[in-house]
């Protein structure tokens, strides 16, 4: 057959419709179930991505946003400016400044230099090892310090190291120091109060932290601002009682009559007798509140407030004017306290020197425990129970001041006749120092008593009536007798002005016993006599040597601080006295 003939007989093929496929050559070979399969898997396939599609954009958008805003939106704390402390006069006592805290991403900060890494750690203040093993955490966020001033934190910022932020805090800044802050207290890193007035008054200082929702990228940089959520409020400024001026005397005064005579501790406040306001309040050993790191219990300690002790003879004028307000006696009532000693049961009253005949005035003046036995064993132990009690002994003082302690006053019905003449000067009952201040207030005032406030008032408190004014006025006259010439606390004398006060030796009580040559001297007197102004308490804790007596180490404090807050207040003198008068005899002191 010819070549043109084939071509016929394919075209001819073709225009009868036979399938291309009819060719062996061509034709498949696969079994029809297998492509079968295959649409029934490309069907499932589409079917589950439409399954997934409704349920990620249907059923789960509540999870999936949640799950986004987690990686990208941000709740920024707005922090709010603790208010700010101040003396009576507008004097900044504490006050807050900007600081940054510097945290990171620990995951974004593995690749960051070595050379930068060792250059952060200095700035931080911190080893090698101890950012390396912060920066180990497993967590999102860890802070790598806290409360880094200003200039640092721009440093580590110019470092450019991704995963290192920083974040805007307030660190508390007190600018008189160690003088102040027994008064004033601290706050931790979280700018919460720790103690005295920044604990006591949180809840005014702190303020309100507000907050903001920001969009922030991997590198927690902000990109965009969504709201504010809710604003933040600054904190109410506190203003003290306290006068810095007359603080720092006080301070001065204790820490330097500590070292004088190598003494533990000391401590010394002043009161306003008008108002009651608190206007001083120093201790030492003390510490500086802008720089912790090396603080002890014993710097801690607010010896003012916190402490109690056996006042010895300071406690002497309420005993006596107990008597003299219950009629019992009077300032002339003659008393035989022998030649220094009287036996009560299997007990030993001495007095340090024998007195013989006497009157009230002179018992007061002298200090002598015989005299004042004698007159306490004259009343009814409930009546010094509840004369005790109503100037604040053993009651839970209400001031607002933390840590501020009650003392001890035993109930008058366990009391023995001993037991009633040691309470009668001093032995047997604790107090604290701000206690025994307060305490004087009836025979400074009319014979009333205020409460105390560590913040200024705007006016003066009512009194409670303890005794009556007559026998407050035959009080100060007895009180003035012990800082002349002939009294226990000559050392107490103020130039140009008329004082008083009572002395108060006590034996420190350890282990059950009393010891023989750990005390504590004290003073607590007044000033001006012709209308007082302030009272002030001193205290000397185990004075080292041979003078221990409050006499002489608490007396001298009494009269330099006296001295200073007098000036400092304008008060007009009231004496012609014109230098202290010592006599050679003047260490003399009853316990």
Do not use: C
Not at 38 to 59: D, E, S
Not at 128 to 146: I, P, W
Not at 493 to 504: D, I, M, S
Not at 508 to 515: A, L, W
Request: hydrophobic share 40%.
């Amino acid at each position: 057959m010819s070549r043109g003939s084939n071509v016929n007989t394919s075209r001819v093929a073709r225009s009868k419709g036979v399938p291309f496929s009819k060719n062996p050559v061509l034709a498949v070979r696969l079994p029809v179930w297998r492509s079968r399969v295959v649409l029934f898997v490309l069907f499932a396939a589409f079917a589950g991505l439409a399954a997934r599609a409704l349920w990620l954009q249907g059923l789960s958008t509540q999870f999936l946003q949640k799950q986004g805003e987690i990686r990208y939106a941000r709740t920024l704390d707005l922090p709010a400016t603790r208010g700010k402390i101040t003396d009576r006069d507008g004097q900044v006592l504490a006050s807050s400044v900007p600081v940054k805290a510097i945290w990171a991403i620990p995951d974004d900060v593995q690749e960051a230099p070595p050379a930068k890494l060792k250059e952060l750690a200095k700035l931080l203040d911190m080893s090698n090892a101890d950012l390396q093993k912060k920066l180990d955490s497993d967590r999102g966020f860890v802070y790598l310090k806290r409360q880094v001033e200003q200039d640092v934190a721009d440093q580590i910022t110019k470092l450019g190291i991704d995963g290192i932020q920083t974040r805007k805090e307030y660190k508390r800044f007190y600018p008189q120091g160690e003088v102040t802050t027994h008064v004033v207290g601290f706050t931790n890193v979280e700018d919460a109060g720790q103690e005295s007035m920044e604990l006591a008054q949180q809840k005014t200082l702190v303020g309100q932290p507000g907050s903001r929702r920001v969009i922030k990228d991997r590198l927690g940089r902000i990109v965009e601002d969504i709201e504010s959520v809710r604003e933040p409020h600054d904190g109410k400024d506190l203003t003290l009682s306290i006068d810095s001026k007359i603080q720092y005397i006080a301070f001065m005064q204790v820490k330097e009559s500590v070292e004088k005579f190598h003494a533990k501790a000391g401590a010394a406040v002043v009161l306003d007798v008008h108002t009651g306001e608190v206007l001083a309040l120093a201790n030492w050993p003390t510490y500086n509140p802008n720089d912790r790191t090396k603080l002890t219990g014993e710097q801690l300690r607010n010896r003012v407030m916190t402490d109690t002790f056996e006042p010895g003879s300071s406690l002497k004028p309420f005993t006596v004017g107990l008597a003299l307000d219950e009629k019992r006696i009077t300032p002339h009532t003659m008393f035989d306290t022998g030649a220094g000693s009287m036996v009560i049961a299997d007990h030993v009253i001495h007095d340090t020197h024998p007195h013989y005949l006497i009157d009230v005035q002179t018992i007061i003046q002298k200090s002598s425990n015989i005299g004042t036995s004698k007159i306490a064993l004259g009343m009814p132990p409930q009546e010094m129970w509840e004369m005790f009690t109503k100037v604040g002994f053993g009651q839970q003082p209400k001031w607002g001041f933390p840590g501020a302690v009650a003392g001890r006053v035993r109930p008058y019905k366990s009391w023995r006749p001993i037991e009633q003449a040691n309470m009668s000067f001093g032995q047997g009952i604790s107090v604290s120092l701000i206690q025994l201040a307060r305490a004087y207030m009836i025979y400074a005032r009319d014979g009333d008593i205020i409460p105390l406030s560590f913040q200024k008032v705007a006016e003066a408190p009512h009194g409670t009536q303890v005794v009556s004014a007559k026998t407050a006025a035959e009080m100060r006259e007895m009180l003035e007798m012990v800082t002349q010439p002939g009294g226990s606390a000559v050392k107490a004398q103020v130039p140009g002005y008329r004082v008083g006060g009572k002395t108060g030796t006590a034996q420190k009580f350890i282990n059950g016993h009393y010891s023989q040559t750990k005390y504590i001297g004290n003073f607590v007197g007044m000033a001006p006599m012709s209308n007082p102004r302030f009272i002030i308490a001193v205290m000397i804790d185990e004075p080292g040597g041979p003078v221990h007596v409050g006499g002489d180490v608490a007396g001298p404090v009494f009269s330099a601080l006296a001295a200073n807050a007098l000036r400092a207040k304008n008060i007009t003198p009231d004496s012609t006295l014109t230098h202290i008068i010592i006599p050679d005899n003047a260490s003399q002191e009853n316990m």
